[in-house]
Structure formats: C-alpha cells, structure tokens
C-alpha cells in the first residue's frame, strides 16, 4: 500500500492496499474501508469486488464508489458520507491508486461537516493535508458549488 497519511485522528488516505495491508489496518484498529477505483485500472491486484470479499472477511466495512474523470456522483458522495458518519470515532481508511481521488472526497467530506464554501475548501483542506490539485480540485470546487453543505 503506497503510504498511509493520516488526515485526522479517524480518517487516513492511501494508494492501493494489498490483502496484508487489508489484515495490518485490522490489527491497527481500522473498522472501514472506502474504494474509489474502478475495475479495470493499472496496479490493481484485485478486483472491487475481491477486495470487498476479503474486507468483509476481516470484520471490515467496505465501500466501493468508483471516482473516475466523470464529476462525482450525489449518489456517490452521499454513500461515502453516511459511510463516515457511521463510524465519527472509528478508523477509517479511504483509498484509490494513489491517494488523490481519497484526498478529495475526504476534502468534500470535511467542508460539508465545517460548512466550508466551494471557493475555500481547497485553501482549508491543504491546511489539513489534503492537497487536491489540478482536475480533482475544479470537480471539489464543482461539486461543492452544486451541493453547498449538503
């Protein structure tokens, strides 16, 4: 798994992590994870599905939404955030290939839950770690803009 950064005491992004990564987080406390990749991409040793298979065998939850170039889904978002919402005092990681497409949603999530605007979110966000650039930065700005606060 590319490197854990822990974004606040419960939340942590990475890249891709492997089923020893899967067991590791287990033993570090971990209750959940988030999967934003999409079947099919470069360095994926198992699929979506697989990989919800085995966290689910480990006692974790699991959520797949699959982040592509596409704006984020309302569905999508909402998903993850009553996924977060469920677990406000337990571990949760969120993952994709390398941690961008994490970082953003976690971005959104955060400025839904500080009442952030669309047009602070990302100057607030780098403040906390979640350094969103370049496309994913203009889809957080967009989506923000779309659903303030929601």
């Given at each position: 798994?590319e490197?854990?950064?822990?974004?606040?005491?419960h939340?942590a992004?990475?890249?891709?992590?492997?089923?020893?990564?899967?067991?590791?987080?287990?033993?570090q406390?971990?209750?959940?994870v988030?999967?934003?990749?999409?079947?099919?991409?470069?360095?994926?040793?198992?699929t979506?599905?697989e990989?919800?298979?085995?966290?689910?065998?480990l006692?974790?939850?699991?959520?797949?939404?699959?982040?592509?170039?596409a704006?984020f889904?309302?569905?999508?978002v909402?998903?993850?955030y009553?996924?977060?919402?469920r677990?406000?005092?337990?571990?949760v990681?969120?993952?994709?290939?390398?941690?961008?497409r994490?970082q953003?949603?976690l971005l959104l999530?955060?400025a839904r839950?500080?009442?952030?605007?669309?047009?602070?979110?990302?100057?607030?966000?780098?403040?906390?770690?979640?350094?969103?650039?370049?496309?994913?930065a203009?889809?957080?700005?967009?989506?923000?803009a779309?659903?303030?606060?929601?």
């Amino acid at each position: 798994m590319e490197t854990l950064k822990t974004i606040t005491p419960h939340l942590a992004v990475a890249g891709q992590p492997t089923e020893s990564d899967l067991k590791t987080l287990r033993d570090q406390g971990y209750v959940g994870v988030i999967n934003l990749r999409n079947d099919g991409e470069p360095e994926q040793p198992i699929t979506t599905k697989e990989e919800g298979e085995l966290a689910k065998k480990l006692g974790l939850e699991y959520l797949h939404y699959g982040v592509g170039g596409a704006p984020f889904s309302r569905d999508g978002v909402e998903a993850v955030y009553d996924f977060l919402d469920r677990h406000p005092s337990e571990k949760v990681l969120v993952h994709c290939r390398s941690g961008g497409r994490a970082q953003a949603i976690l971005l959104l999530f955060e400025a839904r839950k500080r009442g952030w605007s669309a047009s602070d979110a990302i100057t607030n966000g780098r403040g906390m770690g979640l350094d969103v650039k370049g496309g994913l930065a203009a889809m957080v700005e967009q989506y923000l803009a779309a659903n303030p606060h929601t």
